[in-house]
């Protein structure tokens, strides 16, 4: 860790300790289990998510304004989260993090949208987790990037991609509809799909609602923790978080191969080269929807791709792939 990213964790985290002390306290708190998608692995089901207090998990703002947007983003982040809480589901229990974040693997169950029922044994409050578990006939994996993939952002610009998400209401975000109607194709009512983006977990309702109004196929999100620890400031790069959800992603179905969507702003290029590289002969298409400035690593990570047996494609649009053979 460098002298100055060393120096901003040091303030961060003297400003999180400032805020714990300062920010409100319910006395008696009622927590609430704030649920993620689950998904399938050969050993079980995985359920995750994070155990908050209802004091901070409050109702959104319905009525579509630039102030209301920022309203409602900011309830995402300004979270009372509860660590060391017990959770379970069935026989299966275990103990929420610093930051309130919990996982927990129960039984397999059969292949269908499932749901799985989580309660806190210290308090009242439950809650259904529904899990992705693949269906016997899938043939392939869909795993995509999110910002600038499925929906614009600029998130090769942050300042313009943290602008776009806190200001804009959530039936107002710009979905792409040919990667929409992509992902469509390729998961063809069988086919699992799997969203890795680099965006904090707090904006997981948030994506929940811009896909679901612009119909974009249901799937569990591999986001990231950007929290602050004593021993870690953020927990990893982007880089390394994509990489890493793709190998979970990539080794949890070990029978299928798998389509890796992104775009050429954030080095999806060279993230998803390396992952062919790790898992050889699971990585089927390579798809890259052209965004921002493409650099020099990436321009030679896409050609060492083309060198591949992986089938490539680049473009502004995916609409040259739609009702593509190479897809299902």
Known sequence: MSQARSLFHDLSLKVEHLWDRVRPRDETPEPVIDTYMGYATPEGCVLRGRVLDTTWFSTRLEAPSRLNAIRNMARNFITNEMPGVRIASGDVETVTDEEGYFQLVIPALPSEWQTAELSLPDYESTAQASIQVPYPDAEVGIISDIDDTVMRTGAYWLPRNL??????????????????????????????????????????????????????????????????????????????????????????????QFILVGDSGQHDATVYLNAIKRHPGRIRQVVLRRAGKIDDADLKAAEAIRQTDVDFFSGPSLAPLLNDHRTA
């Open 163 to 256: 602008w776009t998400t806190a200001t804009t209401f959530v039936s107002n975000r710009e979905v792409f509809e040919d990667t929409a109607a992509f992902i469509r194709q390729a998961e063809a009512g069988r086919n699992p799909v799997f969203y890795v983006s680099s965006s904090p977990w707090n904006l997981h309702a948030y994506l929940n609602q811009v896909f679901d109004n612009h119909n974009v196929p249901n799937g569990p999100f591999f986001l990231r923790d950007l929290g602050i620890s004593e021993t870690k400031f953020i927990k990893s790069s982007h880089g390394s978080h994509k990489g890493d959800a793709i190998d979970t992603i990539v080794e949890a179905n070990p029978g299928l």
